[in-house]
């Protein structure tokens, strides 16, 4: 059977409703990161599977009314390639921080005595440790993750906070997201890891009956700079004392604007973690910055 590559440019506010699309009617999905607001996604169909084609085809029209998008690109795959190996090649090991090893599910990996492996299928969701925003939450959690405590990863995506968070030692984490595709992956990515039990995964974003004040020692919110700016007066409560926030999904021209809704909420920031056109933001609260 014939398979073909649909793949197409779209900028980060609208990877929702397109991978939406693809993962409907599509087989497989990959992501990859372009730049600091453009993203590649990927996704395959046989050339009988005309009507998912229509499908996506429309759905990528009506969006376009929107907000102009890249060209739907429609490629044939060679007659010895597959679908299910196509989407996995755009994935490889990734080694970061001192002993940090992002490793897809289907890569064979010998770990060295030092490395903590985190494995995991991206699925639809983002978070493979490619983007700089979660490349430098994971260097900055290696350096704040401290055994038994207790984290709230706000925009879970795949999981790959998460499972770097039990991994470093976490007790307990809330792991919340408003897409339900996300909380599917990470979910998936938990039960096959074996860390549910040490994980509450919640639809939903802040405030949140389930995220209490003062009951946590570290807030990671991988999300962006307009939604961290939204809840940063949210965030504030939910750290004891002297718990930290990173706040990442930050391109460089909206850092400052950031700091100050920070500031403003009652943080102080510590620490940056520049990478490419992105930032990170280690904070803690003001009164006890000292």
């Known amino acids: 059977m014939q398979w073909h590559e649909l793949s197409i440019e779209v900028p980060f506010e609208y990877v929702e409703p397109i991978s939406y699309l693809f993962d409907r009617y599509g087989h497989g999905m990959s992501m990859e990161i372009l730049g600091s607001d453009q993203v590649l996604l990927r996704t395959y169909l046989p050339s009988t599977s005309r009507q998912r084609l229509a499908h996506i085809e429309v759905g990528v029209k009506l969006t376009s009314l929107l907000q102009p998008l890249g060209e739907l690109k429609i490629e044939p795959l060679p007659p010895d390639e597959d679908w299910q190996n196509a989407w996995k090649s755009h994935f490889n090991l990734l080694k970061l921080g001192r002993h940090l090893v992002i490793k897809p599910s289907w890569i064979e990996y010998q770990p060295e005595p030092e490395d903590l492996v985190i494995e995991l299928d991206p699925g639809m969701a983002f978070g493979t440790g490619y983007h700089p925003t979660t490349y430098t939450c994971l260097e900055a959690l ?27 030692g976490a007790r307990n984490v809330l792991a919340m997201d408003i897409d339900s595709v996300a909380i599917k992956t990470a979910r998936q990515n938990f039960r096959r890891l074996g860390i549910l039990q040490r994980v509450t995964l919640v639809q939903g974003t802040l405030p949140n009956p389930l995220a209490r004040p003062g009951e946590f020692d570290l807030v990671v919110a991988n999300i962006s700079s307009r939604a961290i700016r939204e809840r940063a007066a949210h965030m504030l409560p939910l750290l004891n004392q002297p718990g930290a926030l990173i706040a990442s999904g930050i391109i460089n021209d909206q850092a400052q604007e950031t700091e100050e809704a920070l500031e403003r909420a009652g943080f102080v920031v510590q620490n940056t973690w520049p990478k490419d056109d992105w930032i990170s933001l280690v904070c803690r609260a003001s009164n006890i910055s000292a």
Request: cysteine-free; aromatic content about 0%.
């Open 142 to 168: 290696e350096n704040l993750i401290e055994p038994g405590m207790n984290v709230l990863d706000l925009g879970v995506g795949s999981g790959i906070l998460t499972i770097a968070a039990a991994k470093l």
